[in-house]
């Protein structure tokens, strides 16, 4: 299982970023996935997830309305598409299964910041 994610950077409040995560070693139309962070000294949380077929989605509360997850079986690859960023957004973004808590890739980190 290997799981790349791709995307991050810095940028100012208000801005966008999108993040791809390709996934390889698994079938990855058979499972769901989550877009997790991480911000520095906190505990990893999820964001937002795609059902296996891409049909149903769910977000946390804060990225409601600004972020978009959506997924391309074909290219085996999931995508988090972040608008109207803001500072607390600053995190490491992970990708990985839903139901796995293994098998991490190294992430991509995104930095919002004027």
């Known amino acids: 299982v290997q799981l790349v994610e791709s995307g991050g950077g810095l940028v100012q409040p208000g801005g966008s970023l999108i993040l791809s995560c390709a996934a390889s070693?698994?079938?990855?139309?058979?499972?769901?996935m989550i877009w997790y962070r991480q911000a520095p000294g906190k505990g990893r949380e999820m964001v937002a997830r795609i059902s296996h077929n891409g049909s149903r989605t769910n977000y946390r509360d804060s990225v409601k309305g600004r972020f978009t997850i959506s997924r391309d079986n074909a290219k085996n690859t999931v995508y988090l598409q972040m608008n109207s960023l803001k500072p607390e957004d600053t995190a490491v973004y992970y990708c990985?299964?839903?139901?796995?808590?293994?098998?991490w890739g190294q992430g991509t980190q995104v930095t919002v910041s004027s």
């Open positions: 990985n299964r839903d139901g796995f808590s293994s098998g």
């Open positions: 070693g698994f079938t990855f139309r058979a499972y769901a």
